[in-house]
C-alpha cells in the first residue's frame, strides 16, 4: 500500500514563497513519476506540476512555469514543490500523486494514488 503525505504548506504573502513537500512510502517510490495538483474551492482539481520517475523531466502549467520548480529525491522518496512570487490565486489544497503509466501528466485519472493535501492559503 502506497501512502502519500504532504506538509509545508500554510499561509504565505504576495511575492513570498512556502515549500510543500510530499513524503511517500512503499519501496518503488523511484520507479514512479509524480506530479502536484491543486483545488481551490469550488473548483476542479488542476495540474500543477510533474516530474519523471529519475528527476530529468519536468512538467509545468503555464500558470505556475518559472515559479514553482518541482524536484525529487529518490533516497527520501520526497518530492517538493518549491513555490515562488506566490499570488492570491495560487490558493488552494495542493495535492501530491503517484503517476501510473505513460499517460498525459496533467490529466489526474492517470494518477492511482493521491494525499490529502496541503492548504496553501497566499495574502494579498
Known amino acids: 500500500q502506497v501512502q502519500l503525505v504532504e506538509s509545508g504548506g500554510g499561509l504565505g504573502q504576495t511575492g513570498g514563497s512556502l515549500r510543500p513537500s510530499c513524503a511517500a512510502s512503499?519501496?518503488?517510490?523511484?520507479?514512479?513519476?509524480m506530479g502536484w495538483f491543486r483545488q481551490a474551492p469550488g473548483k476542479e482539481r488542476v495540474f500543477v506540476s510533474g516530474?519523471?520517475?529519475?528527476?530529468?523531466?519536468?512538467y509545468y502549467a503555464d500558470s505556475v512555469k518559472g515559479r514553482f520548480p518541482i524536484s525529487r529525491d529518490n533516497a527520501k522518496s520526497t518530492v517538493d514543490l518549491q513555490m515562488a512570487s506566490l499570488k492570491p490565486k495560487d490558493t488552494a489544497i495542493y495535492l501530491c500523486?503517484?503517476?501510473?503509466?505513460?499517460?498525459?501528466?496533467?490529466?489526474?485519472?492517470?494518477?492511482?494514488?493521491w494525499g490529502q493535501g496541503t492548504q496553501v492559503t497566499v495574502s494579498s
Open positions: 512503499g519501496r518503488t517510490f523511484s520507479s514512479y513519476s
Open positions: 500523486a503517484r503517476r501510473r503509466g505513460a499517460g498525459a501528466y496533467p490529466d489526474p485519472r492517470n494518477y492511482d494514488y
Open positions: 516530474v519523471s520517475w529519475s528527476g530529468s523531466s519536468t
